[in-house]
């Protein structure tokens, strides 16, 4: 079954560690980007009923409730098996809630990203850990049990303690999935500039090393699983049954349909990218009904393990693949970076913080599809 993805890349402000193609812009271009938005859906061939909807961006939990149901109108499926919509603690009343759902949200991903509210200013997110807990007691009280909590290791003055202590807040609020984002320091980002460049602002002074922003992930990952909260996927945690069903779509290589700024489709043999930014977007789509950039057929051999080790139940190997692969991949089985069991190739606990050593092997193979 497919799934779908709708990019609305709009925020109230841009908060110092995001490196998405997000962003504040003009009003006006909000409602050009709707338009554009809505023609690119209605164009679109459905040859598949997609089962899974996820709004993301930005900050789409911002769309007036009229926006977000005439765009959901054009998807067929509805009532989808798992839809999702991204939003900002601080945002949300009863009357948004209802809406979300008679629109055929059952699912939200609500970007906390720390529980301590030194931390928080240093990101400009303007919640604090009681705001949280009232907008999952009010998602509750509306019909929405499905909720995920994003939080990232290694913001600035973050500590074991203060790590521990938003893990905490997780635990009390007792919700069935959490999402852990190690920071990504780049270019991207006003916070990675400052970091890699050695500045001031953005508390980067204070932000953790690589190493000690390694430890805080593998708290979570001790602590959540304590909780009922397994790891399923390298960012993701869940009670059995809660995991994420439109993202395991990405890692199990099923079909999405993505549409708006920097969407990416995939429908089981090519790959699509639309236009990063929403200028660009907007300006492709009212020039030529288009937004799409690149395309290019799927390397499946290479992405199936590229995406499928990224899930802890790790890759099924095929007849004779356990043999031709043993004697290249040794050196991560001699350093416990992988394990084969039961037939399947996963990565170890060890393996799962070097991950991208590994994956870069599949990507240097030409024996899995590369150019």
């Known amino acids: ?34 338009a554009a938005l809505r023609r690119e859906v209605e164009s679109h061939r459905w040859e598949l009923t997609p089962e899974t909807v996820y709004l993301g961006g930005g900050t ?9 149901a005439s765009l959901l109108e054009l998807i067929p499926g509805k009532p989808w098996r798992e839809a999702t919509i991204e939003a900002a603690p601080g945002s949300i009343t009863g009357q948004k809630v209802r809406a979300w759902r008679q629109a055929g949200i059952n699912r939200v991903s ?9 931390e928080l200013r240093q990101t400009g997110r303007k ?12 998602l ?46 780049d270019e991207d980002s006003r916070l990675g500039k400052e970091i890699l460049h050695g500045g001031q602002r953005y508390g980067a002074p204070q932000a953790p090393s690589d190493e000690q922003t390694a430890e805080l992930y593998e708290i979570a990952v001790e602590e959540l699983t304590r909780m009922g909260l397994p790891r399923y996927e390298i960012s993701n945690f869940a009670r059995p049954g809660w995991e994420s069903v439109h993202n395991l779509k990405y890692w199990r290589l099923e079909p999405y349909a993505g549409f708006g700024a920097d969407a990416h489709s995939f429908d089981g043999t090519t790959r699509r990218q639309n236009a990063e930014t929403a200028p660009e977007y907007v300006e492709l789509m009212e020039r030529q009904g288009t937004a799409c950039v690149g395309q290019r057929p799927a390397r499946l051999h290479e992405e199936r393990f590229f ?14 693949e356990a043999e031709r692969l043993a004697a290249r991949l040794r050196r991560f089985f001699d350093q416990e970076l992988i394990e084969l069991r039961y037939g399947r190739l996963r990565l170890t606990p060890r ?11 599949f990507l240097e193979d030409e024996s899995y599809g590369m150019d």
Not at 127 to 138: G, K
């Open 1 to 34: 079954m497919a799934g779908v993805y709708l990019s609305y890349p709009f925020c109230a402000q841009k908060c110092s560690y995001c490196n998405f193609a997000s962003g504040v812009y003009p009003g006006n271009l909000a409602q050009r980007y709707l």
């Open 60 to 68: 789409p939990g911002g769309l007036q409730d009229g926006e977000l």
């Open 110 to 118: 609500l970007g906390v990203q720390s529980f301590v509210a030194e």
């Open 127 to 138: 919640h604090d850990a009681e705001t949280v807990a009232r907008e999952v007691a009010l």
């Open 140 to 185: 509750r009280s509306n019909g929405i049990e499905n909720i995920n909590v994003d939080l990232i290791a290694g913001l600035p003055r973050q500590t074991a303690e203060s790590w521990r202590a938003s893990l905490e807040w997780i635990e009390r609020l007792e919700v069935p999935h959490v999402s852990v984002y190690m920071l990504e320091v």
């Open 307 to 320: 995406v499928g080790l990224r899930l802890s139940e790790g890759v099924l190997l095929q007849e004779g």
């Open 351 to 361: 393996g799962v913080m070097l991950s991208n050593e590994v994956f870069q092997e």
